[in-house]
């Protein structure tokens, strides 16, 4: 499974773990890193010096290359875009907004830089300011969300730039992989399945949670205050929901949140906490190791396209 994404990153297999917040501690970027992939450190809204930690620590579990993933509505994201140059970080993936102002920074100091995007125009800015590659996130993904599909996204964004696109929003599977690499994807970003891994460090209620969801489980909230985020419903998001229709302002549905996703991750509140998922939730059966996870994700997608050679 050698693509340009592999080649560009120095990883085995073209399978991206996501940035997710409070998630993706060292223990999960290393251990997906281990497995072939290319793990990531969750920024967050973390401050730098815990970013800093966690870095060292990966390095301790793992001598493949791994990232981290800078969440830009951060308060902290100027100190935790040094902090990633300083440690010598090989990649860094931004979410949730326009990473512009960092880009000559790390190219300076040798990062691959690859964005996060949910739409064409931001896409090919990327492109024009010296991405390496990009993650194309459909809505199906979960968290901040935009509103095009991973199936009407993926083309689009391989049509429009000439850099490597990595497919991100509804895979689970070697049928997934297999599908996004048909749309033009040169690699997988993959964060649900990922959550509910041996390695993965997220309490067990959230686990369960994903495991137990159902095709109609998945909510977004947010839409009414511009700022979508994709969860497992719960009585969290009925009430969100009940509160948008009736029109509540920003501070209100803000106050509700606030909190939400450490409380479902390290509390395990899954009932008034934020268990934000993907729609691919429904098709997480079983809890494996990444190295397991890895090695069936690459042995289903060979089965269906590894004699075409359109790996690229
Ligand atoms: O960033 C994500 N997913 C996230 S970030 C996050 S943190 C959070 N925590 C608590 C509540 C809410 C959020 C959880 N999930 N995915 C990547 C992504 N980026 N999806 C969509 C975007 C995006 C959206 C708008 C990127 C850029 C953008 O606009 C950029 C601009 O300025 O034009």
């Known amino acids: 499974m050698k693509t340009e994404v592999t080649e560009l990153l120095g990883i085995e297999y073209p399978i991206i773990q996501g940035g997710m917040a409070w998630v993706a501690e060292y223990h999960l970027a290393a251990g997906v890193s281990n497995a072939g992939g290319l793990g990531l ?6 401050p730098a010096e815990w970013v800093r930690e966690q870095i060292r620590e990966a390095k301790k579990l793992t001598d493949k290359p791994f990232g981290v993933n800078i969440m830009l509505m951060s308060p902290y994201a100027d100190e935790v875009a040094k902090v990633v140059a300083e440690e ?4 860094v993936t931004t979410g949730a907004g ?4 960092y880009m000559k920074m790390w190219k300076e100091a040798g990062v691959k830089v690859i964005p996060v995007v949910a739409s064409v125009a931001l896409a090919k800015r990327m492109e024009r300011c010296g991405a390496d590659a990009l993650v194309a996130e459909g809505t199906e993904a979960g968290g901040h969300i935009g509103e095009n599909t991973t199936m009407v996204l993926v083309p689009q964004i391989v049509d429009a730039v000439n850099i490597p696109v990595i497919a991100a929003g509804g895979i689970a ?4 992989i297999a599908a996004a690499f048909m749309l033009g994807a040169r690699a997988v970003q993959m964060g649900t399945h990922f959550v509910a891994t041996k390695e993965s460090m997220v309490h067990e209620n959230y686990k369960n949670a994903i495991l137990k969801a159902k095709d109609i489980d998945s909510r977004v909230t947010g839409r009414t205050i511009g700022h979508p985020v994709r969860a497992l419903r719960n009585q969290m998001t009925k009430q969100y929901l009940d509160m948008e229709k009736a029109g509540a302002s920003f501070e209100e549905l803000e106050h509700l949140t606030l909190g939400g996703l450490r409380r479902a991750v390290v509390d395990g509140d899954v009932v008034n906490g934020s268990v934000m998922a993907g729609q691919s939730a429904a098709m997480v059966k079983e809890i494996l190791s990444c190295e ?12 269906l396209i590894g004699g075409l050679n359109i790996y690229g």
């Open 98 to 101: 326009n990473p512009e102002k």
């Open 173 to 176: 599977d070697g049928r997934g």
């Open 292 to 303: 397991e996870l890895i090695q069936k994700l690459v042995k289903e997608t060979d089965a």
């Open 88 to 91: 010598g970080v090989k990649v």
């Open 41 to 46: 450190i969750g920024a967050a809204s973390a």
